[in-house]
């Protein structure tokens, strides 16, 4: 199976507002609603933001928001900081039982 | 507070088995719902996941791997055992083990440990 789709890279200026897309297949983001996000800083263990396409875990900061429509979920970041610079991998269930994360993408706070 | 360490070798040769532990801290592998997964991360590429087990035992593999992978979990030391056989040098990465919380998806991770680098080379 094929890793998720994500843009390699995505910037903006703090204060603005991101979007991060993944999209996968009907096997796996469009068959579930289990889709995570992972924020990644350089050299760090991965910090869970969202679960099951939309759940913030208690101390993400509501500027970090999930959708999905069909076969692509997505990651909103508002009001850009300065710390929001990092790595961010999506992730599914499959219908292999297993999980896919995605190619990463690699976010520049300007 | 829950945490997790990995241990193991920092170098293995190919064709060798690479044998991983994760002691866990925190919470009991055997917990109803729990889960104890490993993923792993090349140097400068993106998150794999490997494998979970679950606190009754069931495991789930990654497709491409599950010929190559055993987990395992011993509930007297709460620790969790990858092993993984016929090591080749695109296996090295760093190694993760992570806390899969009750009634959390497969890939829902909510506690890391901080890795640990194996690097496969003759």
């Known amino acids: 199976q094929s890793a998720l789709t994500q843009p390699a890279s995505v910037s903006g200026s703090p204060g603005q507002s991101i979007t991060i897309s993944c999209t996968g297949t009907?096997?796996?983001?469009?068959?579930?609603?289990?889709v995570c996000w992972y924020q990644q800083h350089p050299g760090k263990a991965p910090r869970l933001m969202i679960s099951d396409v939309r759940s913030r875990p208690s101390g993400v900061p509501d500027r970090f928001s999930g959708s999905k429509s069909g076969n692509t979920a997505s990651l909103s970041i508002s009001g850009l900081q300065a710390e929001d610079e990092a790595d961010y991998y999506c992730?599914?269930?499959?219908?292999?039982?297993?999980?896919?994360f995605g190619g990463g993408t690699k976010l520049t706070v300007l | 507070q829950i945490t997790l360490k990995e241990s193991g070798p920092s170098l293995v040769k190919p064709t060798q088995t690479l044998t991983l532990t994760c002691i866990v801290s925190g919470f009991s592998v055997t917990t109803r719902g729990v889960g104890v997964g490993w993923i792993r991360q090349p140097p400068g590429k993106a998150l794999e996941w490997l494998a979970l087990?679950?606190?009754?035992?069931?495991?789930r593999y990654s497709p491409s791997l599950k010929n190559r992978l055993t987990i395992t979990k011993d509930a007297s030391k709460n620790e969790v055992v990858l092993t993984m056989t016929n090591m080749d040098p695109v296996d090295t990465a760093t190694y993760y083990c992570a806390h899969r919380p009750a009634a959390g998806s497969l890939g829902q991770y909510d506690y890391w440990g901080q890795g640990t680098q194996v690097t496969v080379s003759s």
């Open positions: 087990i679950y606190w009754d035992d069931d495991e």
């Open positions: 992730c599914s269930f499959t219908t292999s039982r297993s999980v896919i």
């Open positions: 009907s096997n796996d983001v469009g068959h579930y609603d289990n």
